[in-house]
């Protein structure tokens, strides 16, 4: 049941793709919670990609941009506040990609100039969405900025790759670009460690369903769904959380937490 709890609020949602990106389900349910939104992803996303049906389910635009490029993002944003009448309230970045794990190239075998786009794609665009959003003074007072991120920036997961460099990156970039935020412009910046979920991205990682079964056992509650990632962002947009920023938020059941659980062993 809907609260409104976003009512007459105005957002930007980076990184829907289909109907199995957490993305996505953040997109209905801030819809669904009275908020304004417009999508965005990358142009080859609007390509190979199913937005453009989100958008006409939820009676929204959808603008590409590239999160790399500067001049997209300064694109998006002006037309985002021209649409939505006003400046943003909340922005997710959800956002991921490495060639190097698509290619299944060993972490002891990395193609360097593939880190390097891993590393712009997956945190550098953090970085650029938020300096944007700064210069063109597109966030209101009190507004919510959140990444989603993953638990291997603080722990080895092997087959994660260089993605877990990149999540490390972009927790830092929210800690520090949180303080510039929250101090001049009342703008909370956090970042949302998610369980294993099955997206399309997430499947494309070697072992990714023995792990995502190992880590439903391992946590307390079991893993947290897409659907439940969404409603945690709706709070984290919400008004109910104005004085929480620069925090590494874990919503993954209780994983981050667990030493061992006799479920693993069979005990």
């Known amino acids: 049941m809907a609260n409104q709890l976003l009512a007459g609020k105005r ?7 289909d109907d199995q990106s957490i993305a996505w389900k953040v997109a209905e349910k801030c819809a669904e919670e009275g908020a304004t939104i417009v999508l965005s992803n990358a142009p080859v996303a609007f390509r190979f990609g199913e937005i453009q049906k989100l958008a006409e389910k939820l009676n929204v635009e959808a603008i590409p941009a590239d999160a790399t490029e500067v001049a997209d993002l300064e694109n998006l944003f002006s037309k985002s506040m021209e649409l939505m009448g006003g400046k943003l309230d909340f922005v997710l970045h959800s956002i991921g990609m490495s060639l190097n794990v698509r290619k299944k190239k ?14 712009d794609i997956s945190a550098i665009s953090f970085h ?5 959003l700064w210069k063109m003074d597109a966030m209101n007072d009190w507004g919510s900025i959140l990444a989603l991120t993953y638990i291997a920036a ?16 972009l ?14 412009k009342h703008v909370r910046v956090n970042t949302l460690s998610q369980s294993p979920t099955m997206t399309t991205a997430g499947q494309g990682i070697k072992g990714f369903q023995e792990f995502f079964d190992y880590a439903d056992k391992m946590s307390p509650l079991g893993n947290a769904s897409s659907e439940a990632c ?11 959380t ?5 925090q590494n938020l874990f919503h993954d ?3 981050s937490n667990m030493g061992m659980n006799p479920a693993v062993i069979g005990l």
């Open 242 to 246: 104005r004085m929480v920023t620069m």
């Open 128 to 132: 650029k969405v938020m300096q944007t």
């Open 106 to 119: 060993e972490y002891t075998d990395l193609n360097y100039e593939w880190m390097h786009k891993t590393f």
């Open 154 to 169: 603080q722990r080895t997961f092997p087959d994660y790759n260089e993605m877990a460099e990149s999540k490390a990156l």
């Open 171 to 184: 927790e830092s970039f929210a800690r520090s670009f949180g303080y510039h935020f929250g101090t001049h």
């Open 230 to 240: 969404a409603d945690y962002c709706v709070v984290m947009f919400s008004d109910l």
């Open 11 to 17: 957002g930007v949602i980076f990184g829907a793709l």
């Open 253 to 255: 059941g209780g994983f």
